[in-house]
Each structure stands twice: as C-alpha cells, then as structure tokens.
C-alpha cells in the first residue's frame, strides 16, 4: 500500500539518500544532475512536504546532448563517440554522506568525470555550496564514467566504481575537508567556518 509520493524535481530519478538525522530523504536526478531535498517525519518516515531544496550544477543551462528518445546515443553503445555524448553534460548518479558527520555528500558525475564534494546542511537539510572536486579514476585521460562510492568502514580510504572504464579506484584518501569538520564538531566549530568559508 503506497502512502506517499513527491516529485523528484528532475529526470531520470536513480538514488536515494537519508540523513543521519532522518529528518530528510536526498534524490538524485541522474539526466539533469540536479539534488533534491525533501523532508521526512521522524516518527513514521513519511514525507511531510514537497521538495524544500534544490541543487543543479548546470545552473539552468539546457542540457547539450538529447535524450535517447528524441535521437540520442544508446547507452549500451560503449565506443568513443557514445563516450562522448555522455559525458558533454553533468550525470550525477549517486549521493554518499561521509561517515563522521554527515554533512560532507560525495557526489559521483559520470558525466564530468570526478566526484563532487558538497556542503550538506543538516540543521536546515539543505545542499550547500561545492567545496572541491576529485578525480574518479587514477587521471589516465581515457573516459571513467564515475557511478558509485563508498567508505571503507575501517580506513581512511573510499572506493570509485567507474562505468564507461569497467575499473573500481581508490583515487584519494579522505580528504582534509571530512577531517576537519569531524574534529570541528567536537570543538563545537562550525563546519564552514573550518571548511567552507573560502568557498562562499
């Protein structure tokens, strides 16, 4: 029995993320790139209203490519000049909150080839300002197509998988940033004044 449903405020749906909070649900919209917060009810998981925050790295922009339907590449396609088409705009398709504090979300774009790093308010549930990008890959110059991340739960490494490359990478150790918001927080810093502020 379905009790409950928003629009993603975007195209081609793929993720979902709850805040360590649970006060809120982000949405990963892979065609358009764009983030989207919605709130949650703690008590029951419900949503309790429409989108309240919206992220789009394009800032606006219309999409380059075209869609599949209206004369785009087909994605099963890997050669050069598929690659190509896919990554001339942004594709978020994954959003992963660090594991410390949860206010630093890593954002794969296959599209651009590198893993966003956002500021992740969680007081407000809202997507900051972008504080860095990271590389997907081991920068070969050959195509990666970032997808997925995740946080070794021991060390301080995370791990890439990458599409259009078929190759999972370890391209960075945890950066400065995750660091200095955990040990912020227990000073009771704010995370952009440690962090972030340059960046605003």
Known sequence: MQIGEVDAGGTSTCYLTIDREQRNLIAVNYWDSSLVVIPLSKSTGEFTG??????DPRQGKAMMAAAKKHGGVNHSNNDESTIAQRQVDPHSHALVLDPFEGCVAYVPDLGKDLVREFWYDKESGRIGCEINTLPSGLSTGKPDGPRYFEFHPKFNVAYVVNELSSTVSIPFLLCDCILATFFASRQK????????WSKL
């Open 50 to 55: 429409p989108i309240h925050s919206v992220y």
């Open 189 to 196: 810093i704010s995370y952009l004044q440690s962090c972030c």
